[in-house]
């Protein structure tokens, strides 16, 4: 279920912790078979991780379910997180959103018919200077703008 | 201007080593390594300085130190909280991006202090760039011998560890952040037992936020009256300001404590053209909004933003003009408490969606004229009743734009749309 | 020791320990404080925020269960302050809470109904739409209905800190906060019901006892659960003559506040159809129903005829029977002349109880520091006594097990020794000579040849190393040709290491068989009645399919046509059907009053919590009418409590014995057969929600590897009817099943 390099990813995150300590890797570790699984966690991969780091599995899942980052259901190839908390609704995000979910023909929370992104709105990512911002990957875009937000959607493969 | 936390912003390489050590860095840990510097000298120079917990408790940092037993035998933790989540702040972003040094080396002489061993950073899930800047000091910091088991052969030992958050903004609440660190879902524990008796683990910890580990270096290096001598009397020091909204230029300023208002909205270039401040949120989303007019008059220390009816918090300067509209800002705030709400405090689990839903109907063009005073009681019944101070502040803004503004809420209930002309 | 504190609670002085809870002292002193997350058996969670009090000096209330008192306290638990922010709590937990309790299955017994009733909370100010929650289902014992939860999170911490199966869990967060499991499969936990009863709303119920009757109808009755043990003591609740809920009763020595699922659920076989209902004669080999008095002199007829002399006769009892009748019965027996008697039915060779005694009370049990547990999945066959080991695994205990199998304990097992049946006296002779080495005591003869190795060692050690151990002998000893000598092990083994013993081997109310000494003393045994040429038999409440351990042997010797059988059974049978000459209906539990001796020799007394059914009379009353017609002396009771009274007079006698140890002939393949906890008596193998829970559906027989090879057996198979299951936690040598279906196999 998780593959050897998902492993080895997640030992090293393992050895951060005291020994017997290993439950403190979890959140690394669904990041990581999430990311290997194309965005989203199953039943199957909790389960494993669970097993892996021996933990009882409702204990995974208290956790894949309290985090804002863990999706339970298939996302688009890159999934855009586009802050709509205050210092970015003050500088227009609210605007840009509809405009992201008209051009790619999608409503937040969903993903567009190719499959290759989904639009969540998020709260705010810590990144207010930088107002209206989104994120995508592990990468932020900060002063965004219509024409900048077509740029990047022309970016993406 | 950016003398400490964010001196190196403007440097090639700013987070690197190099860059760092040639502003000085890591010159205390050295004095440490080879014995010239106590910890009763440290905690003392902390306490002159003034230094208060950055994180938005404003906790004097020194005093916290000095509750950790550290003669107690056994393992004790250090513990780092760059989970920076407050709406409007991201000031310990750009610490650990363009400081990572200053913020490891603060660890370190806190470890020492406390004689705690080991150190974990928790840094925010979506900051991967700060992350990888950290790791990238990191690994710096132990290929120059700067951290490890006796160190450099002092008996010094320090590790210190990044550990990734994964999108909650309730792990920035200490305790939570430690439920969070030990691998469980983030929900803040009740208190007492504080951190300092039962921590990490179960074990002795001292939680400080990043920009009050990041200014330890610089305040023992120059001196802690130097440091107070910056601020203001009960605010010492500088501090990062996080200027966001209807301004010019939001960006991040450290400057003294003790500032006035006015000049800060001028560093970050003043509102846009032709119009007016209808009201700042000093501290962050989570402290109360403070009317245009008092907003001027008051200066950028704890004192003089309580007297203005708000507070410090964070440092997280929210500022809003005349185009904005107070019901819609308020929803938004409000959903945002919903949305992060941990759910096991009855008030705070029931209340932020009962205050979230009363808004989102006004805004809905469904208001009733008894929703205020139901929102005014509601906040009030949240206030002081619950684990950890999220609850209040869901309430705290309730309160005050309703109180400020209420105008504005009243027209939007009464014509179900909003008295801001381009709004709505 | 313990300082005391003074403070003030609502202007009284009261007394408390440092460090305690307001709430706890509170509670000593009888002032009410509303609570609903708070448990006095549970780690304090302060997340419901109901019992907020005012404590002077304080600027916000604060929560009685949380906070700690120190001296000098003042506390006001219904000043304005307090009042006030109850009030707003209550407020918040009633916005999203159903309204509807006349239809809810908690009502009349709900913490909230009962908070709210006292506050008149106005909780008309919402208006939003209050939250349903889906449910995911728990399994067939506990009814879930998840909108009317309150986040109070007892039943999570019930799972992680008593059950000690993480089972439960509080998903999401803020308003999608939600009690679940991971997935819907059911519940594990043998102490699962126990969530019914710590859950202050009608979230979690009694599947069993939906649509049944509304609580307040029914009357509570105190009464013991007598399938283990312990005795735990409970309620039954019944409605119109019928037992439609069992729930647990507090008695801290013994069960705490907790009783076992099968304690809790059991009382549904009560109410099976499989009731025998009436008395039923066989006449030329044709069943017919009776009068109690045609039936009960067919039945001294039939004894007479057939054991002119009293050697003839042979008693055979469940270990279930009520003291009363077991002494009525044994009485009954010797009366006419006979030794032959017992209760060890499911023994191949049974061991007087002196070789092992219990000797350990349960509360000590908490203060072990290493458990030796040897053939016992303890967790499954005596809950309550595995839940006070637990506890003292939680204050640091060890544990090692010497079994057939790796179990699933509920706490961690530091050694745990695989050892098939025939490999149990090698392995503990070893354990012996290590720990008799450490000591450089000399060593009996039969130790000389033995070999030790690490694992022996490691045992010893950590039973010697213990300050106060403890070794438990379990249920699977029970099918051992050597038995006696695994017993007499155990207890040389707790006499090298000063441990004290707890013999869980045989289980029920065998405590107050051992008191009137329900066994032969120069007679036959059970495997012996039931293989030698007796030819008139009592059998009490058997059925041989389950209970005897040569069963197929059994009935067949029961069917001789010579062989008169006199049956006494609460429950039908195919299999007596076929040997019995007479069935009198008898009561079954909670339809008669008794005594139950449990292992730390309590005797407890309870009366019937409903008539018996149908025509069936109390047990006790039927032997002592049987005994007046066979003109038997000294049944003149007229009331079970001066039975009770006599029986609990005697004190049992039994000369201690040394049982030698020899090298036994074993075969290289043993089975143990170890019946799931829902199928150790009649009664619970009636209770069909039990039947249906995961426990209750085990059956399996696993195997390893090399024996699987050695017996041509792969996966799947059927092995004496019971799939097949290869895997590695099996010694080698050895099959072990475990399931709800009749034993296929005997001694081994
Ligand atoms: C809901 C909530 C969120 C918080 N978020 C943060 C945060 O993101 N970063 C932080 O440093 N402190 C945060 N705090 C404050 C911490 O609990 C704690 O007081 C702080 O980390 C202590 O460090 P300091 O003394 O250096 O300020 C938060 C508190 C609450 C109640
Ligand atoms: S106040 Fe809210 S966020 Fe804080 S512990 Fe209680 S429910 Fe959780
Ligand atoms: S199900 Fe019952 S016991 Fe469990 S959290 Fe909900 S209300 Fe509490
Ligand atoms: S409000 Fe959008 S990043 Fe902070
Ligand atoms: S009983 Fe104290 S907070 Fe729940």
Not at chain 2, 357 to 363: A, E, N, P, S, T
Not at chain 3, 262 to 281: A, C, H, M, T, W
Request: proline fraction near 4%; glycine fraction near 8%.
């Amino acid at each position: 279920m998780i593959s050897d390099q998902a492993k080895k990813e997640i030992d090293i995150w393992v050895a951060k912790y005291p020994e017997g300590r290993q439950s403190s890797a979890v959140m690394q570790a669904l990041t990581i078979v999430q990311k290997e699984n194309g965005g989203s966690l199953t039943n199957e991969l909790k389960q494993a991780v669970a097993d892996y780091l021996e933990m009882p599995t409702i204990s995974v899942e208290e956790v894949a379910t309290f985090y804002e980052n863990y999706n339970h259901k298939p996302v688009g190839k890159h999934v855009i997180r586009f802050c709509h908390n205050i210092s970015c609704m003050l500088n227009g995000s609210d605007e840009l959103i509809s405009y992201l979910e008209e051009k790619l023909d999608v409503k937040t929370g969903e993903i567009s018919k190719d499959r290759l992104v989904s639009v969540k709105r998020v709260e705010c990512l810590g990144a207010c200077v930088g107002a209206p911002m989104c994120q995508i990957g592990d990468q932020y875009y900060e002063n965004l703008t219509k024409k900048r937000i077509d740029e990047i959607l022309d970016g993406l493969k | 201007m950016n003398n400490i936390c964010l001196k190196s912003i403007d440097k090639d390489n700013p987070s690197s080593l190099a860059t760092y050590e040639t502003m000085g860095g890591y010159k205390v840990w050295r004095k440490i390594l080879n014995g010239e510097l106590s910890p009763e000298k440290i905690l003392e120079e902390l306490k002159i300085a003034g230094l208060r917990g950055r994180g938005g408790a404003g906790f004097p940092t020194g005093l916290k130190w000095s509750f950790m037993p550290r003669n107690q035998e056994g393992q004790k933790y250090v513990v780092c909280n760059s989970d920076e989540g407050e709406p409007g702040t991201c000031h310990d972003r750009d610490i650990l991006r363009f400081n990572p040094h200053s913020v490891i080396e603060g660890m370190a002489i806190a470890g020492y202090v406390m004689n705690a061993t080991v150190g974990y950073n928790y840094i925010r899930g979506e900051f991967m760039e700060p992350y990888y800047r950290c790791e990238e000091a990191l690994k710096e910091a132990y290929d120059a011998g700067l951290l490890g088991t006796n160190i450099k052969g002092s008996k010094v030992c320090f590790d210190l560890y990044s550990h990734l958050g994964a999108g909650a903004y309730i792990c920035g609440e200490e305790t939570a952040l430690l439920e969070s660190l030990e691998g469980k879902k983030g929900q803040p524990r009740f208190k007492p037992p504080f951190p300092a008796n039962v921590g990490l683990y179960g074990k002795p910890t001292t939680i400080n936020n990043t920009e009050s580990f990041a200014s330890v270096p610089e305040i023992l290096s120059r001196g802690g009256q130097w440091f107070a001598d910056l601020g203001v009397p009960n605010s010492g020091g500088t501090k990062c300001f996080s200027v966001t909204g209807n301004v010019k230029n939001p960006s991040n300023f450290e400057i003294p404590m003790g500032t006035p208002f006015s000049d800060l909205l001028k560093l970050a270039g003043g509102l846009r053209k032709g119009r007016t401040l209808k009201g700042v949120i000093p501290g962050g989303s989570s402290t109360p909004v403070i009317p245009a007019a008092k907003a001027m008059k008051m200066t950028m220390d704890y004192d003089s933003i309580e007297k203005a009816g708000s507070m410090l918090g964070a440092g997280s300067v929210i500022v809003m003009d005349d185009t904005t509209c107070m019901v819609k800002a308020l929803t938004r705030l409000a959903h945002f408490y919903y949305d992060e709400s941990c759910g096991q405090c009855t008030p705070c689990r029931e209340g932020t969606g009962w205050m979230y839903r009363v808004l989102k109907r006004i805004m809905d063009g469904q208001g009733k004229s008894e929703d205020l005073e139901l929102l005014l009681s509601v906040q009030d019944k949240m206030l002081g009743n619950t684990i950890c101070a999220l609850a209040d502040g869901a309430a705290m803004p309730v309160e005050s734009f309703i109180r400020h503004f209420r105008e504005e809420f009243e027209y939007y209930i009464k014509h179900g749309k909003s008295m801001v002309e381009n709004d709505g | 020791m313990m300082v005391d504190i003074e403070i003030e609670i609502d202007g009284k002085v009261v007394h408390g320990y440092p460090g305690e809870s307001l709430i706890s002292i509170a509670d000593r002193q009888g002032i009410d404080i509303p609570r609903f997350c708070y448990h006095k058996k549970l780690s304090v969670a302060a997340n419901c925020r109901m019992c907020l009090v005012d404590i002077e000096g304080n600027p916000t209330p604060q929560p009685a269960c949380s906070t700690l008192s120190s001296a000098g306290m003042k506390v006001h638990t219904n000043n304005e302050k307090a009042k006030t922010a109850q009030k707003a709590v209550m407020e918040f937990l009633l916005i999203n809470h159903p309204l509807d309790c006349p239809i809810c299955d908690q009502g009349g017994e709900c913490e909230l109904q009962d908070v709210a009733m006292e506050y008149g909370s106005d909780i008309s100010r919402f208006t939003e739409g209050k939250r349903i929650v889906d449910d995911k289902g728990i399994g067939a014992l506990i009814q879930t209905d998840m909108t009317r939860c309150i986040h109070c999170t007892r039943c999570v911490r019930f799972g992680a800190e008593v059950a000690g199966i993480v089972e439960m869990g509080a998903t999401g967060r803020g308003e999608d906060l939600k009690i679940e499991p991971f997935l819907s499969e059911g519940i594990q936990s043998e102490l699962s019901g126990n969530m019914i009863d710590v859950c202050p709303v009608g979230a979690l119920t009694s599947k069993p006892f939906r649509y049944e009757v509304r609580s307040w109808q029914m009357n509570s009755i105190q009464t013991i659960a007598r399938h283990d043990l312990v005795g735990s003591n409970i309620f039954t609740q019944t409605h119109k003559n019928k037992v439609k809920r069992v729930v647990a009763r507090d008695n801290e020595s013994i069960n705490e506040t907790w009783i076992s699922d099968r304690d809790r659920f059991s009382y549904q076989g009560l109410n099976s159809e499989n009731r025998v209902l009436i008395p039923k004669i066989k006449v030329k080999g044709e069943w017919k129903d009776a009068s109690w008095s045609d039936a009960l002199d067919f039945a001294t007829n039939g004894i007479k005829k057939n054991a002119k002399e009293g050697s003839q006769f042979g008693t055979l009892a469940s270990k279930n029977a009520t003291l009363e009748e077991l002494f009525l019965l044994q009485k009954f027996t010797r009366g006419l002349g006979s030794d032959n008697l017992d209760y060890r039915l499911d023994t191949s060779n049974p061991f007087n109880a002196k070789v092992l005694e219990s000797n350990i009370s349960l509360t000590e049990l908490e203060t072990i520091d290493h458990a030796l547990i040897v053939n016992s999945y303890l967790r499954l066959e005596q809950p309550m006594i595995n839940h006070r080991i637990r506890k003292a695994t939680l204050n640091g205990a060890s544990v090692s097990t010497i079994n057939a199998k790796a179990f699933n304990f509920n706490y961690r097992i530091s050694q745990s020794v695989l050892t098939s049946p025939q490999n149990t006296v090698a392995t503990l002779s070893g354990v012996l000579k290590a720990l008799l080495d450490k000591s450089s005591q000399t060593l009996p003869g039969y130790l000389n040849s033995v070999t030790i190795d690490q694992t022996h060692i490691d045992i010893a050690n950590a039973l010697s190393n213990a300050k106060h151990p403890v070794v438990v002998l379990g249920e699977h000893v029970n099918g051992n040709k050597c038995s006696d000598q695994v017993a007499q092990l155990v207890a040389n083994i707790a006499k090298a290491s000063e441990a004290k013993t707890l013999n869980a081997s045989l289980t029920g109310n065998a405590h107050s068989a051992e008191r009137v000494n329900f066994k032969p003393d120069n007679g036959k045994n059970a495997l012996q009645i039931l293989s030698s040429d007796l030819t008139a038999f009592i059998l009490f409440d058997i059925y041989p399919n389950f209970d005897c351990i040569e069963s197929k042997n059994a009935i067949e010797h029961l069917s001789r046509d010579d062989a008169f059988v006199v049956v006494m059974n609460s429950f039908d049978d195919e299999s007596v059907l076929s040997f019995a000459n007479v069935i009198l209906p008898i009561a079954s539990f909670y339809e008669t009053s008794g005594t139950h001796i449990n292992v730390d020799n309590i005797a407890q007394s309870y009366s019937a919590s409903v008539k018996s059914a149908g025509e069936s009379k109390p047990g006790w009353k039927v032997i002592k009418v049987l005994a007046d017609l066979l003109n038997l002396e000294g049944f003149d009771f007229t009331d079970s409590s001066q039975i009770a009274d006599e029986a609990l007079s005697l004190s049992p006698s039994f000369s201690e014995i040394e049982v030698p140890i020899s090298n036994s002939e074993m075969p290289n393949v043993a089975t143990v057969w170890q019946y799931t906890p829902y199928a150790s008596d009649v009664v619970v193998r009636h209770a069909s929600s039990l039947q249906q829970t995961r426990i209750g559906q085990m059956s399996e027989a696993s195997v390893c590897k090399a024996t699987a090879k050695l017996l041509k057996l792969s996966e799947g198979d059927l092995y004496n009817g019971i799939p097949v299951n290869i895997n590695e936690s099996v010694a080698e040598g050895c099959v072990f099943v475990h399931t709800h279906l009749p034993r296929q196999l005997g001694v081994i």
